[in-house]
């Protein structure tokens, strides 16, 4: 029997399979190991389709860094350290440069969320803004195709340079985390989240529209309606990463808020795509430990992966801690509806965009038997069609001793391919 440590929020448990029947999906291997702030600032020094930064700044500047909040590892710690020297270095006052984090629609920021995020250094020098996508005095930039006005943080237009921070992953609708996604959603309004994000569903057809999905930028209407709005802010610089299983910088794209983030996915898809014979009946997903299993709306994103491995009717047993609950307080209520299709029905006329993972997560419980391991209340999860688990030992039990399966150690990073030439 062979041994895998799979990750659970802040902890690590074992799971034994034998290698005759369970095949483990990973990124491919590859040369990667944790950048050095040397090496990264190489990447800033040749930056792809951009001047380097310091052509880009004059000492008159106000510079305002965008980072991602806690349900996101970008290596943001390492990153915002050396950008804020370096803009000190070429001028800018440490009075002239604030950082905002692009919350979206999610919770605000704890302080100690902040400390690990940029470090105590960069809190206690460098002045820190929070996002609130109901802020009643948005920057409005114009209007969406459907009329919904385009609104997005006032702060934006208060610096004259702005800089991107990220990571590049997959996302199950926009295609890649990342780039235009600092902006929106990161620093829209909640009408405008909404009125973009609604455009991942077909309401005429049913379903995802066509052309939305994971890996997926050309084409994707939510992807494209994102990178007009960030298109509008025209951001002067941006630095994205691929940060490996702790979280920490492997890849860095950094130059052209929309090119380099571009490359970033393109080498993204290439290296984490797994190419599978088959799917399989039993599929063994963790989101990776923390921050990728901090909620159950982040980790629907890993059980999404899993769901490309997965035979219909087969298992997915998912390790998702949920330490801070559901990612919304009334995730709960679409699920008193009685099927996906009722609740797609509901969203045509009341969309809301936690609505569409609670969509998503409701047609995969129709389609699969899903069993959780999380810290969620368990009633509460027999309400969203899945069996929960109180450990990886229980929800093992229920496999069948002669079935094959998959194990994806870090479900949200690889994309799982039937590849019809291996058929």
């Not at 809190?123 to 609104?151: A, F, K, M, Y």
């Not at 199950?172 to 959603?185: D, E, Q, W």
């Amino acid at each position: 029997m062979n041994r895998i440590d799979l990750g659970y929020g802040r902890t690590l448990i074992p799971f034994e399979y034998d290698e005759a029947r369970f095949e483990v999906l990973s990124p491919q291997q590859t040369t990667e190991h944790p950048l050095s702030d040397l090496e990264i600032g190489t990447a800033l020094d040749s930056p792809i389709d951009s001047p380097p930064l310091e052509d880009l700044v004059n000492s008159g500047d106000s510079v305002l860094i965008v980072v991602s909040d806690a349900t996101r590892a970008t290596a943001s710690a390492q990153i915002v350290n050396l950008l804020v020297r370096r803009l000190i270095q070429f001028g800018i006052s440490a009075g002239d440069i604030a950082i905002i984090v692009a919350t979206g629609i999610h919770r605000p920021v704890a302080h100690a969320e902040k400390l690990s995020l940029l470090t105590p250094f960069i809190v206690q020098r460098i002045r820190t803004l929070d996002h609130d996508s109901n802020d009643p005095n948005p920057l409005v930039l114009g209007e969406l195709d459907c009329g919904t006005p385009i609104e997005v943080n006032r702060h934006l237009n208060e610096f004259s340079r702005v800089i991107l921070t990220g990571g590049i992953g997959f996302h199950y609708f926009a295609g890649f985390t990342g780039g235009r996604k600092s902006i929106c959603p990161g620093l829209a309004s909640a009408k405008t989240i909404k009125a973009t994000h609604m455009l991942a569903l077909d309401f005429e057809k049913g379903g995802r529209r066509e052309g939305v999905g994971t890996g997926k930028l050309e084409g994707n209407a939510v992807h494209e309606a994102c990178d007009n709005i960030a298109q509008l802010i025209n951001p002067s610089f941006s630095v994205n990463t691929v940060v490996d299983d702790h979280g920490r910088a492997v890849g860095v794209y950094a130059g052209h808020w929309r090119t380099a983030h571009q490359l970033g996915c393109a080498e993204y898809l290439k290296n984490h795509s797994m190419m599978i014979r088959e799917q399989r009946s039993i599929v063994v997903a963790s989101c990776g430990g923390s921050p990728w299993d901090i909620n159950l709306i982040q980790a629907h994103k890993a059980l999404d992966m899993a769901a490309q491995a997965c035979q219909p009717g087969g298992i997915i047993i998912l390790l998702a801690e949920c330490l801070d609950g559901w990612g919304r307080n009334d995730f709960l209520k679409w699920f008193e509806l009685s099927s996906s299709s009722a609740l797609e029905t509901h969203l045509r006329e009341h969309y809301e965009v936690n609505g569409q993972t609670a969509w998503a997560l409701m047609t995969k419980a129709e389609k699969y038997r899903i069993i959780l391991v999380s810290s969620l209340p368990e009633d509460d999860v027999r309400n969203l069609r899945i069996t929960p688990a109180s450990s990886l030992a229980e929800a093992a039990s229920e496999i069948d001793k002669n079935a094959d399966g998959y194990i994806l150690p870090r479900g949200a990073a690889v994309l799982p391919v039937v590849r019809q030439d291996l058929i």
